[in-house]
């Protein structure tokens, strides 16, 4: 299984980015993809999630209403569009996949598998 997350880049504040994660190696459509973000110092944490089956998204509090993730199945491809971009949102951006259970929707360890990341910086 691989995921190959891209997209990343500079950027300043009050702008825009699409990240992109490509995925191989597994039914794409029957697992949930998720983004991840860890900022330099700081622990990974949840950023938003969109199941596999139901169409459901998740986000983080930090997020709502400036992120949106997004699928296509056909293309085996997740994706987050990031508007409104935050100097406090430049961090590693990492996807991941995984069939989590509702509880742990939101948690690192209900994914299995983990993309490479890419780098947002979002200058103030």
């Known amino acids: 299984v691989q995921l190959q997350a891209s997209g990343g880049g500079l950027v300043q504040a009050g702008g825009s980015l699409r990240l992109s994660c490509a995925s191989s190696?597994?039914?794409?459509?029957?697992?949930?993809i998720a983004w991840f973000r860890q900022a330099p110092g700081k622990e990974r944490e949840f950023v938003a999630s969109?199941?596999?089956?139901?169409?459901?998204?998740y986000y983080a509090h930090s997020v709502k209403g400036r992120f949106a993730i997004s699928r296509d199945n056909a293309k085996n491809t997740g994706y987050l569009q990031m508007n409104s971009l935050k100097f406090e949102d430049t961090a590693v951006y990492f996807c991941?996949?995984?069939?989590?259970?509702?509880?742990?929707?939101?948690?690192?360890?209900?994914?299995?598998?983990w993309g490479q990341g890419t780098l947002v910086t979002v200058s103030s």
């Open positions: 190696g597994l039914t794409f459509s029957q697992y949930t």
């Open positions: 991941a996949a995984g069939r989590p259970i509702l509880n742990s929707i939101r948690q690192i360890d209900g994914y299995r598998h």
């Open positions: 969109f199941r596999g089956s139901g169409g459901i998204s």
